[in-house]
T-cell receptor
Framework: EAQVTQNPRYLITVTGKKLTVTCSQNMNHEYMSWYRQDPGLGLRQIYYSMNVEVTDKGDVPEGYKVSRKEKRNFPLILESPSPNQTSLYFC????????????FGPGTRLTVT | AQSVTQLGSHVSVSEGALVLLRCNYSSSVPPYLFWYVQYPNQGLQLLLKYTTGATLVKGINGFEAEFKKSETSFHLTKPSAHMSDAAEYFCAVSESNFGNEKLTFGTGTRLTIIP
């Protein structure tokens, strides 16, 4: 089954404790991205990747890191999480940057205390 | 810079009634326009998209939207609401000379269906 998977689905952590949210797709997609969803703000792009080893900042990159060493994986790293990073995070992928149908993962709900 | 405005963060309609969700955009170049749906506890799913050609586009689950350049609008409609349509709907815009990296989402409209 074609899908985007994220792990973990739920995470409660404390300020400053490094964490990684994994994202994997099995559709051989070139383009992958991370969004955060906050009430009243919709989805905002954190980082995106057009292909392996090609990543760039989205609209809200502060406090996040990403890497794209393999085509299928695009982990989101929070080196020192803070409470303002409490949010619902979505990973998405598409065939290419010009293929506008993005496939979204199920989401990761992160709480930072 | 492009932007999207969705009028009404919450919309309630009776089962069988017309669904109308409003979206207005601003873009300095011809836009590409999208509607995504998010069911509870799930990721977003593409409902329909407009890139070029026919301005009335049909999507999944009986939804359609019309691109009106003069009104800078891309409203989503469905003639008869079904209970399964209850979800959050997001309008999004991308400028035609960019790809997904420039996709801007609206703040969403939560649709409630009244039995």
């Amino acid at each position: 089954e074609a899908q985007v998977t994220q792990n973990p689905r739920y995470l409660i952590t404390v300020t400053g404790k490094k964490l990684t949210v994994t994202c994997s797709q099995n559709m051989n997609h070139e383009y992958m991205s991370w969004y955060r969803q906050d009430p009243g703000l919709g989805l905002r792009q954190i980082y995106y990747s057009m292909n392996v080893e090609v990543t760039d900042k989205g609209d809200v990159p502060e406090g996040y890191k990403v890497s794209r060493k393999e085509k299928r994986n695009f982990p989101l790293i929070l080196e020192s999480p803070s409470p303002n990073q409490t949010s619902l995070y979505f990973c998405a992928s598409s065939l290419s940057r010009f293929s506008y149908e993005q496939y979204f993962g199920p989401g990761t709900r992160l709480t930072v205390t | 810079a492009q932007s999207v405005t969705q009028l009404g963060s919450h919309v309630s309609v009776s089962e069988g009634a017309l669904v109308l969700l409003r979206c207005n955009y601003s873009s300095s170049v011809p836009p590409y326009l999208f509607w995504y749906v998010q069911y509870p506890n799930q990721g977003l799913q593409l409902l329909l998209k407009y890139t070029t050609g026919a301005t009335l586009v049909k999507g999944i689950n009986g939804f359609e939207a019309e691109f009106k350049k003069s009104e800078t609008s891309f409203h989503l409609t469905k003639p008869s609401a079904h209970m399964s349509d209850a979800a959050e709907y997001f309008c999004a815009v991308s400028e035609s000379n960019f790809g997904n990296e420039k996709l801007t989402f609206g703040t969403g409209t939560r649709l409630t269906i009244i039995p």
